[in-house]
């Protein structure tokens, strides 16, 4: 089992960016999928962006276009690059690896906050 550990959260005012960072305790080279959620307070936790092995990446459309998801395979570690920041991006952000049963591994998640 994969630990993974998210940071770079933080409190930015509307319009700024963010990098946050999710940081796996092994090889994520033979993971398939890896992917960003959020969960905003009362809300349904929800996918925001996900990303193959072969690189090619899928986005909510709340977030096409702002945010960007990449992966680094030497450094074991999943970003998720944030701009134009908007007051309802605020949540817990997570990461999780997409495995046949669903997704799983998730980190502890890092909290963003983005002020009007």
């Known amino acids: 089992q994969v630990q993974l550990v998210e940071s770079g959260g933080g409190l930015v005012q509307a319009g700024g960016s963010l990098r946050l960072s999710c940081a796996a305790s092994g090889s994520i080279f033979s993971i398939n999928v890896m992917g960003w959620f959020r969960q905003a307070p009362g809300k349904q936790r929800e996918l925001v962006a996900r990303m193959t092995r072969s690189g090619s990446p899928d986005y909510a459309d709340s977030v096409k276009g702002r945010f960007t998801i990449s992966r680094d395979n030497a450094k074991n570690t999943v970003y998720l690059q944030m701009n134009s920041l908007k007051p309802e991006d605020t949540a817990v952000y997570y990461c999780?690896?997409?495995?046949?049963?669903?997704?799983?591994?998730w980190g502890q998640g890092t909290q963003v906050t983005v002020s009007s």
């Open positions: 999780a690896i997409g495995k046949p049963t669903g997704w799983g591994d």
